[in-house]
């Protein structure tokens, strides 16, 4: 018995909303959300509709030659084009969701042509300038989105290849940035450079932990309570990005609660409360009593309304 294939109509959603009297529609997508190192980058495509473009798909499922084959087709075939950059000081003031998302308004606003609405992969982004419809793991769902992603993820791959030149040791030709072994055993050796992201926890380690290999970090008696809990937070997030979760914020606060980490792993949000302790018999999950657990709901609740309804969260 052969398993039979379902195939996706990747131009169903822009037919959908061309039906409904949209007249222009571009696809959003972003690479570099997750890496330790270098920019988060977004692209906006806009396509003639239902041109065949084969091979342009969701650019993760694509090998590097793959990808550059389908760059140059992409590049080829849109009506427009649009990209925008944040660097990794705007990521370490903005955080890498509101980085995230103002690179994608920077790339809709580098359209050489506008549109009047975007399909963009994963939640909504809020403001944006134009009708937007969100579309989890758009990328493999809609032929724009696609196109967006390859555009995203070969741009930086190619600036990271350039960053190479400038850092030879920490081989980003080889890793682009993301939390690799080789990356974390080469920034352990040479510390962080200019590109890396401070405001990530292995690299916030780094710039405030002597001994980052320790088990126990030696904190000195004139800590004040702020600082043992960044270094609390940093320990935690070190230790959830190590298990494959990016750390979209931290520390986000709103009228009736409060959250220390908000992380994302295979689309399931997580909202995690930190406690540092310098001694004591109480463990950190006895001190999040009830009315703790209510207030990170609440906040919870609020993050998710800002940010974009999640599917799920854990």
């Known amino acids: ?8 109509d990747m131009w169903a959603e822009e037919r959908f909303q061309l039906s409904r009297g949209i007249r222009s529609i571009a696809g959003i997508d972003e690479a570099g959300r997750g890496p330790l190192a270098g920019p988060v980058v977004a692209a906006c495509v806009q396509l003639p509709f239902e041109i065949d473009l084969p091979g342009v798909n969701d650019s993760k499922k694509l090998k590097s030659e793959q990808r550059d084959v389908a760059f140059e087709m992409v590049k080829e075939a849109a009506i427009s084009i649009g990209v925008g950059v944040c660097d990794p000081e705007r990521i370490d003031i903005l955080n890498i969701l509101r980085a995230t998302h103002q690179a994608m308004r920077e790339a809709h606003a580098d359209l050489a042509i506008p549109v009047d ?20 793991k758009g990328d493999s769902k809609s032929k724009s989105i696609a196109a967006a992603s390859i555009i995203a993820k070969v741009t930086r791959d190619r600036m990271m290849d350039g960053y190479h030149e400038q850092y030879p040791e920490y081989r980003f030709d080889l890793h ?24 990530f926890a292995p690299v916030a ?6 001994n980052p290999n320790s088990d126990q970090m030696s904190l ?6 702020q600082t043992i809990g960044e270094h609390g937070e940093a320990i935690a997030c070190s230790f959830l990005a190590k298990q494959g979760m990016s750390i979209l914020d931290r520390r986000f606060r709103c009228n009736g609660g409060e959250l220390d980490i908000i992380g994302e792993k295979d689309g399931v949000y997580h909202f995690v409360e930190v406690k540092t302790r310098m001694g004591g018999d109480e463990t950190p999950a006895a001190s999040v009593d009830a009315r703790k657990r209510a207030r990170m709901v609440v906040a919870a609740d609020v993050w998710v309304y800002e940010h974009g309804k999640a599917d799920q969260a854990g």
């Open 1 to 8: 018995m052969s398993a039979k294939t379902v195939s996706i």
């Open 205 to 210: 380690r780094l710039l405030t932990v002597p």
């Open 220 to 225: 000195s008696l004139d800590m004040t309570v």
């Open 117 to 136: 609405f975007v399909l963009i992969d994963g939640l909504p982004v809020h403001p944006f300038p134009v009708l937007q419809k969100a579309i989890v």
């Open 176 to 199: 682009k940035g993301y939390p690799t072994p080789i990356h974390f055993e080469l920034l352990e050796k040479y510390g962080p450079c200019p590109i890396h992201r401070k405001s």
